[in-house]
């Protein structure tokens, strides 16, 4: 069982930057691919971006490459997602997942989910 927790959202001017990290209770954190996913009112929830094992492999969803940018550190247990040029259509509740396998851009390749951390982007 893995238990995740994101922080670091919050509310931020359209143009600024957050960081949002994502710890793993798991002293096996390194076997998971994780991934960020979000969600916003009345829409489904949506890929975002992944990373394999080491952080050596990356993804994204086309919309947020350039401008967001995935990373982990196996030390801490954590992965992180920096958030840059950001645009009211970020606003969303951002959710980090854990998966086994590789299936990236999919809820159902996940195995393990967090609560969620809310993002509002003002204009």
């Known amino acids: 069982q893995v238990q995740l927790v994101e922080s670091g959202g919050g509310l931020v001017q359209a143009g600024g930057s957050l960081r949002l990290s994502c710890a793993a209770s798991a002293s096996t954190f390194s076997r998971y691919g994780m991934g960020w996913f979000r969600q916003a009112p009345g829409k489904e929830r949506e890929f975002v971006a992944a990373?394999?094992?080491?952080?050596?492999?990356?993804y994204y969803v086309d919309y947020v490459k350039g401008r967001f940018t995935i990373s982990r550190d196996n030390a801490k247990n954590t992965v992180y997602l920096q958030m840059n040029s950001l645009k009211p259509e970020d606003t969303a509740v951002y959710y980090c997942?854990?998966?086994?396998?590789?299936?990236?851009?999919?809820?159902?390749?996940?195995?393990?989910w967090g609560q969620g951390t809310q993002v509002t982007v003002s204009s």
């Open positions: 990373c394999n094992w080491n952080g050596g492999s990356t």
């Open positions: 997942a854990a998966s086994y396998g590789n299936n990236w851009y999919y809820s159902r390749g996940y195995d393990y």
